[in-house]
């Protein structure tokens, strides 16, 4: 087989994993990993030095290599049998038609009604088995939370009652005609009936809708956000009050060292 004839087939197959494209199956193929076999054998240290992998996209690189392919079944050929020649019936007994019991028929039909039943209840079984595997060798691991008072707390749980009974503020007459945007805008006018507060119009934007002022800023978690663009940063993270958020322009390879960093002083990052 041609050597671009290799490397297209070998792109195909990576590209079809999940996280890795077209660059990075090139990049794979350029460094030397140019088939399954080599990737499996590979290090993750050496696999991490290549540029945009990070551990998860190595492990899930590896799980996904690691799965057994479905095997083709093999088709059956079917040969036709040569059929007996007839023999002429001499005897009146062999003309009587065979009478079979009816009871054995019975214990065939209850046979073949039990062994459905016994298959539905060993696939959950097996299912829960499966699932419990997955989690022991992944090992799930909680988000790191901040350490609040209990007012604050309180404040938070206010927060998200206000913020599930706050209704969609829209622009007066929006419904009306088409070209009045989904917007919102403070009513005016002497004839205006939300500026009235008529029951029958939607509500305008007021103070009784706005949440607590400690709580203003923060994210759902309870952190504060502080944006970080290189690992200098994140000595300025308090990790006990304050979370990181990674800038969209830093590159993967800064990136990278942002998050060992963060793991080093347990720091949580909101954007992984």
Known sequence: MNPDMEKEVFIKEISKIKGIGKAKAELLFDKGYDTVEKVL??????????????DKLVKDLQASLKKPTAKPKPVKTETKKEKPAKTPVKSKEAKKPETKPKKPEKKV??????????????????????V???IEEEGYKAKKKPELSKELKQKLRIRKEIQNRRPEFL???????????????????????????????????????????DTRGLHSSGFEEVMV???????????????????ASVG??????????????DVRILNL
């Open 41 to 54: 054998k590979a290090k993750d240290a050496d696999l991490l030095k290549l540029q945009g992998f990070n």
């Open 109 to 130: 039909e209850k046979e073949k009604t039990e062994k459905p039943k016994k298959g539905k209840e060993e696939e959950p079984e097996k299912a829960k088995e499966e």
């Open 132 to 134: 419990k595997e997955e």
């Open 171 to 213: 622009r007066e007459e929006w419904f009306r005609y088409k070209r009045v945007p989904k917007n919102w805008r403070r009513p005016d006018g002497l004839t205006s009936k939300m500026r009235i507060n008529l029951k029958y119009r939607p509500s305008k934007v007021r103070v009784g809708f706005r949440g607590p002022r």
């Open 229 to 247: 663009y290189n690992p200098g940063d994140i000595e300025k993270v308090n990790p006990k009050t304050q979370a990181a958020r990674i800038g």
């Open 252 to 265: 993967t390879k800064k990136r990278m060292d942002i998050e060992k960093k963060a793991e080093k002083m």
